[in-house]
């Protein structure tokens, strides 16, 4: 695609149930992150995935939160049993590679609300 | 672990004023990025500095690596309503992830 797609791009869901994020990244790119972005807040990095290697999941703030990577091409960040400290701008960036020389991407990101 | 700082943490100035936000780093880096975000937007990259001392211009705004590749600065000249956002820097230590600074909210009174 033309860029770095997320859907959905606004989701409300109730204290307690489980969420699926997705992120489609721009095709070819084999880097790519999530972040958390609250209210007027920084970006919190989450997860990152770079090719086939093992996924750096240091950011994940509780077992709550996983992301996978399939095919190394579209990721799903899977929030379980949610939180309202869990809402927030869900962003995901995606980049040719990770080398530390590359620009990353983003996507519009995702808004999630739990009541 | 690396540590990084940018300052201010926000920042409000008249129509035409300047404008500088300052990133600064514990440990030497390879390069730095930076990125905006607008208001309801997503970050976008700015630039990419790599050499010691390196200073790039786009438009009005100054982009600056420090001697010891250290820290970095942003400086935008007689800022104009589209300046609005949030300003990122994203410190580089080789492959390591990109974490990013806090950022510098510039907010711009008319």
């Known amino acids: 695609g033309a860029g770095v797609s997320q859907s959905p791009s606004n989701k409300v869901t109730e204290k307690g149930k489980d969420v699926e994020l997705r992120c489609d990244p721009i095709?070819?790119?084999?880097?790519l992150y999530w972040y958390r972005q609250s209210l007027g807040q920084g970006l919190e990095f989450l997860i990152y995935?770079?090719?086939?290697?093992?996924?750096?999941k240091s950011g994940l703030p509780s077992d709550r939160f996983s992301a996978e990577r399939t095919g190394g091409s579209v990721s799903t960040l899977t929030i379980q049993r949610t939180q309202q400290e869990d809402s927030a701008v869900y962003l995901c960036?995606?980049?040719?590679?990770?080398?530390?020389?590359?620009?990353?991407?983003f996507g519009s990101g995702t808004q999630l609300s739990v009541l | 672990g690396q540590q990084v700082m940018q300052i201010p943490q926000y920042q409000h100035v008249q129509e035409g004023e300047d404008f500088t936000t300052y990133c600064n780093s514990s440990?030497?880096?390879?390069?730095i990025q930076w990125y905006k975000q607008r208001p309801g937007g997503h970050p976008v990259f700015l630039i990419q500095?790599?050499?010691?001392?390196e200073v790039k211009k786009q438009k009005r705004l100054t982009f600056q690596f420090g001697e010891a590749k250290k820290n970095s600065s942003l400086h935008i000249t007689a800022t104009q309503t589209t300046d609005v956002g949030t300003y990122f820097c994203?410190?580089?230590?080789?492959?390591?992830?990109?974490?990013f600074g806090q950022g510098t909210r510039l907010t711009i009174n008319p």
């Open positions: 500095l790599v050499k010691s001392g």
């Open positions: 995935f770079q090719g086939n290697s093992a996924p750096d």
């Open positions: 440990t030497t880096l390879s390069n």
């Open positions: 994203a410190p580089i230590q080789g492959a390591q992830k990109l974490v």
């Open positions: 960036a995606s980049s040719l590679a990770w080398t530390g020389w590359e620009k990353l991407f």
């Open positions: 095709s070819g790119h084999t880097a």
